[in-house]
């Protein structure tokens, strides 16, 4: 192989075909997903089973049953395409991420993971039929329902019912702003199905990194190695419906006024742990949310992030201290009224190895991160070897229109995942073996 350089001039090897994505292929595919939802800017606006997400995933199903794979919808609306190359009792390997997006976030987040996904089976697989290769192993891609968690809470609820650590019914009753449930959202788009959800072997996500810490080491490839544990807090605070103009100012009970308070501390609570803790209140709902109105009540939907669990516990307990206090100086009420915890915990180091492995044979830079992000494989991590992969995010920019990965760095990751899922075929879905490990 020649020496060449990559879209930000770094030293890497010209590929043969025998490692290389159908460049061609993937680009068609991520174009058309762009359309749905496509908001004019270079973002979409894809919510979770709404119009423009339900039609991506109708595309989705086409393209799918056009290329012969057997379109699965189980109950809580994931969506699975599966093609069986190797026989009905082969080792099957799961890839894939996200079609939901945040309101007017970026066309890259989730997207590129099954959209990679499906552009490295059809690689594989058509490079199988040339060759006269016979695969030893099936694959399935997954569009998993409700990643983003942005119009119902909590996030990844699809993967988490997968994977056993929400009730189906739990997540059916999930309420938007509007009233509208999960379970009637999923009739009204016809993605509430009623399939047996595949049971494969691994599961093997690929993402855009989020942040801009590969950009500034040069890296072009990061399988995350830990995933921060998430407290996500919903707390209610409750005052007194009043007119803002003749109400004596004495007299008010201002939750809004009682919900900035705690939005401080939450603030506080982070500069108190420096680095090691993440905290946010980025949504807060208002009642009745008029100018002229004393609001009576303010919902706000906190997250507390970090990777150890004793600090979650510390800065829950915090929060929770502090509550009384600061809604007294409101001369509000304020309680916690649903907590939804997710776990830290550590990514496959069969599969960290294997990529590793693949983007060194590449000669592609890598390092290592901590995802502080929830993905929907941080949720199957605790049922199978799972593995979470980041290409770059230019400036570190994400959830927004402007949110970019080069075409470089885009076909990059195609090329590792498409040597992953030909190493994991070529051992029969032993995936020690094909990450050289025993």
Known sequence: ?????????????????????DAALFATLMEKVSEFGDTGDGG????????????????????????????????IGNLFGQIDLAGPDAPLVMLGSHLDSQPFGGRFDGAYGVIVALAAVESWRARAEVAGVAPSCNFVIADWMNEEGARFQPSLLGSSVYAGTVARDFALARIDMSGATVEAELTRTGYKGSDSAPKPI?????????????????ATIAPFVRHWGASKVRIEVTGEQNHTGPTPMQDRHDAVLGAAYIIAKVKEIADAAADTLYTSVARVDVFPNSPNIVPGKAVLFAELRAPEPV????????LRAALPGLAARAAVKAEISEVERRPAGR??????ALCEQVADDLGLQ???????AGHDGVALNGIMPSIVVAVPSVNGVIHRNDEFTSEEDLIAGGNVLLQMIERIDAAGGDLAKAGGTK
């Open 366 to 372: 890598r390092m290592q991160l901590d995802t502080i």
């Open 202 to 218: 691994c599961f093997i996500e690929f993402h855009i990194e989020g942040d801009d810490k590969m950009e500034k080491s040069g």
């Open 347 to 352: 990514f496959d180091a069969v599969l960290i």
């Open 311 to 318: 600090m979650l516990e510390w800065a829950e307990a915090e």
């Open 1 to 21: 192989m020649n020496d060449t350089t990559d879209g930000r001039g770094h030293p890497m090897r010209e590929l043969d075909d025998s490692v290389r994505i």
């Open 44 to 75: 979409v606006n894809r919510p979770v089973l709404t119009d423009a997400h339900k039609a991506a995933r109708d595309w989705l199903c086409d393209t799918l049953r056009s290329r012969g794979y057997k379109v699965l919808i189980d109950d």
